[in-house]
Each structure stands twice: as structure tokens, then as C-alpha cells.
């Protein structure tokens, strides 16, 4: 069960809802909370009436892990720039367990950038003429507002199955930042950064209500006709099916296929693997074709991934889909694509991605096929899916066609699919609002079974 925290905030039902735009992640973590955050959610790298300056400092940080993220797909060399750039944010080896709470290179820089530039000052000074808990899904904005003394409670949702060691101001054991923790490793790894235990609390990581439902009845829903998808000759349904009527529902269970085997293919906010994509459908397109399969290719807010993906299609003779087998999800704005996203995702069976911030919505029953990491903490990611056993490593994407089929004749997909409902964080949304407005008696208990 949640931990108390210190004292009781007279603000009950609003929030400082603060993120980044670098990437999805940041964003997407802090989706779920824009009924309670005041004014919308803030993005501090873009806030209207920023400072020259500190847009300054937000947009190179922002350009250089954009370009790095790209850039590892160059051959030969792309791999080596990216692996010096991701030394510096590693994720040291938990075992053997020992302190870690010493400071590095990258936080000394961005205090230093606190101390002689005022990097976030304007941002905490103006949420500060109205004290409500601020909330915040990036590490460079807590750390913000506990050095220029934000005079509420301020809470660092964690977005990874692991952190580095930036998470965690210089001197952990005096910090007033309560982190929300995404699963049990991620506690424990604050802890050996120093971090004070009554500092932790284990939440899971946000996921989106609308995928969730009261009482988890619209993830059960979902998961119900979702199951016989995964496991079409009921391999795994027939030898579990007493399990899955008292996990799923009785009522929810379908077990009859209601639409074509339905695959969402996300791409990284920096537009990287996108050509993954698209091996995918040409291996698929048959089955397209005649409707067996249909295929989500999520371009999010990129529009040059969008472009790629129609001009790729078009290559592959493929025009005549768009729209209707393989659709294409581009938005303008990233809250529209999350809504999208979202919805798309209740009629999914399969989401195929590379272990980001999306590990977490195994969760919601949904099998995971991880395309490979890029950088330590995906790697971290995908050590915990399949601890897990929620998600797997794609094979060759050329051959999909034939190892998909395989892996859903098996059952192996709809046991995946039940090990992420089961095993994953369900109430992380659910739990950091019960913790932020001081309700801590009615959040739900977070199981800590296999969540390293």
C-alpha cells in the first residue's frame, strides 16, 4: 500500500500537470492526468511566455537526442556515435547491490545551468503564485522546482522499467521529491541512488482510462475478444479456460473472431525503425490483401514518417489499402494522437514496438513483439517484458509471415497477453491521484510479484 506523505494539501481535486516534449514518453505519462491539471497540461521546453534563454537550452538538448536517436541508423558508424551518447545516461548493473548515490557529469552540468542561468526559474516562480502539488513526468523539472524552493509537495513520475542515475538530485538523502514509482526494480533502484524510502511509493505507471475502465471493465472487455485473436485454434484458451473466466469474465470471453487479426506498429517519437514498418506489411501482404490482417502504422505527430509510409506503400503496390488493411496514424498534435492511439488500441491484438515507455500497456493484455532497444533504458525495458513474460523479441520482419503464424497457433501470444494483464501495473493512474490529493487509503495495492 501506498506510503503517507507529510502533509495534507488544501487543493483536492487539481494539480501542476509538468512534462517534456522530447520524444512521447514524457507526454504520454502525463496524458492521463489532464482532467486534474490546472490550465491543461504544461510542457516545459514550449509553455507560453518562456524565456528566450531557457527555450535556448531546451531546444538543444531536445535536437541532439532527436539527431542521435536518427542517427544510429546510419551504417557502420551510427551504432558507435549512439553508444558513446548513451554512456552518459547508462544504467549501471543492479547486482551486485551497492550505493550508487554519488553524483555524475550530467546532473553537475544541469545544476550548474540552475545556478548560473536560471534554467526553470520562470517556470517554477509562475506555478508558484498558485501552490497546488506539482506533478511531473521529467526529471529536470522536479529538480527545478525543489532548487528554487516550489513551496508545495512535488512528485517525479517514473517512466521506465529502470532510471539512470540523472533521476536523482546530487544530494538524494536531502531531497523533498516523492517519486511515483513504475514497478518494484524501479523502487529498489532509487534506493541504492539514495533516494530515502519514505520517498518512494510504488504506483505503476499511468495508463490511459479510457483503455482501463472503472473497475477495469473496459480492459477486460477488450481483452475478452482480444484472447481468441491471439490463440485461433484455442490452444491456450481450452487449458486455461477456467483461469480466463475468473481473470477476464465469463461474459467477456469471446470466442469467436469479430475482425481481422489487428497489428499496431508504433514508431519512436525520433521517426527511428520506421522502415520496420514496412517490412512488416510487404511480409504480411497477402494476408492483407484478403483480409486476414490488418495493419496500424503509427506515424504519431511525425509527418515525414507519414509521408514515408504512403510513398512505401505506394512502391509496394499497395495504394489501394491505405485506409482500409493498413491504416496510417498521423495526427497534428500529440494529444490528439494519444487520443488516437488510444482507440486504436481497443481493437488491436498484437502491439509491435521497440521496449519504450509503451512496455507498461502490456498491461492492458496486449502482447508485446519488441523490436530491438535503442539505448540503455529500453534495454532495461525489455529485460522486464520478458521477466515478464508479456513481451517478445521480433524475429526477421521479412518472414513474418510465417513465425506469426506460428506463434499464434501455439497460443504463445494470448499467454503473453494474460501474463502482462496479470502481472503489470494496472491502477497507475488510478493510484497517483489518490496519492498526489493525499487519498492514499482508497489507492490500490500495486502487486510487486515478478515486476523486476
Given amino acids: ?184 526494480r524501479v523502487e529498489e533502484r532509487l534506493k541504492l541512488y539514495g533516494v530515502r524510502p519514505e520517498r518512494i511509493i510504488l504506483t505503476g505507471f499511468p495508463l490511459p482510462e479510457e483503455n482501463v475502465g472503472q473497475g477495469l471493465k473496459i480492459l477486460k472487455q477488450d481483452l475478452g475478444k482480444r484472447l481468441i485473436q491471439l490463440d485461433p485454434q484455442k490452444v491456450y484458451i481450452s487449458q486455461y479456460k477456467k483461469t480466463l473466466h475468473s481473470q477476464v469474465g465469463r461474459g467477456n470471453l469471446k470466442l469467436n473472431p469479430s475482425r481481422p487479426l489487428t497489428i499496431t506498429f508504433a514508431v519512436g517519437g525520433a521517426g527511428a525503425q520506421r522502415e520496420l514498418g514496412i517490412d512488416i506489411v510487404k511480409s504480411l501482404k497477402k494476408d492483407i490483401i484478403l483480409k486476414k490482417v490488418r495493419i496500424n502504422l503509427v506515424a504519431g505527430v511525425n509527418e515525414g ?80 517484458l520478458q521477466l515478464i513474460g508479456a513481451g517478445v523479441d521480433q524475429e526477421d520482419p521479412k518472414y513474418t509471415n510465417e513465425w506469426l503464424m506460428d506463434w499464434l497457433n501455439s497460443g504463445w501470444l494470448a499467454e503473453a497477453a494474460i501474463q502482462g494483464f496479470v502481472e503489470a501495473p494496472k491502477y497507475g493512474t488510478y493510484n497517483v491521484e489518490k496519492v498526489i490529493f493525499h487519498k492514499e487509503k482508497e489507492a490500490k495495492e500495486v502487486k510487486t510479484v515478478l515486476q523486476y
Fill in 1 to 184: 500500500m501506498v506510503k503517507k506523505i507529510h502533509k495534507l494539501s488544501k487543493h483536492r481535486n487539481k494539480a501542476w500537470v509538468v512534462t517534456v516534449d522530447m520524444g512521447y514518453g514524457h507526454q504520454r505519462a502525463a496524458y492521463p492526468f489532464s482532467k486534474i491539471a490546472q490550465g491543461g497540461v504544461i510542457t516545459a521546453n514550449s509553455y507560453s511566455g518562456i524565456p528566450k534563454s531557457d527555450k535556448f537550452i531546451w531546444q538543444n538538448s531536445r535536437v541532439f537526442y532527436e539527431f542521435v536517436s536518427r542517427f544510429k541508423m546510419v551504417p557502420v558508424i551510427g551504432e558507435k556515435v549512439f553508444d558513446l551518447y548513451d554512456k552518459v545516461q547508462a544504467i549501471p548493473k543492479f547486482y551486485p547491490k551497492r550505493d550508487l548515490s554519488n553524483s555524475n557529469m550530467q546532473l553537475r552540468q544541469m545544476y550548474k545551468l540552475f545556478r548560473d542561468n536560471d534554467w526553470g526559474k520562470h517556470l517554477i516562480a509562475k506555478l508558484a503564485k498558485k501552490p497546488l502539488p506539482l506533478v511531473t513526468t521529467f526529471f529536470a523539472t522536479a529538480m527545478m522546482a525543489e532548487f528554487f524552493n516550489y513551496p508545495e509537495d512535488i512528485y517525479c513520475i517514473l517512466c521506465d522499467a529502470d532510471i539512470s542515475r540523472a533521476w536523482v538530485p546530487p544530494e538524494p538523502h536531502k531531497s523533498r521529491i516523492i517519486y511515483l514509482a513504475s514497478n518494484k
Fill in 305 to 384: 514518417v507519414a509521408k514515408y509510409f504512403k510513398q512505401e506503400l505506394r512502391h509496394a503496390r499497395m495504394s489501394k489499402e491505405i485506409g482500409k488493411g493498413v491504416n496510417i496514424l498521423f495526427k497534428s498534435s500529440k494529444d490528439e494522437y494519444f487520443k488516437a492511439f488510444n482507440k486504436a488500441l481497443r481493437n488491436s491484438d498484437i502491439l509491435w514496438t521497440k521496449p519504450s515507455e509503451l512496455c507498461f500497456y502490456c498491461a492492458l493484455g496486449m502482447p508485446i513483439i519488441m523490436a530491438p532497444p535503442i539505448g540503455s533504458q529500453e534495454i532495461f525495458n525489455q529485460k522486464w
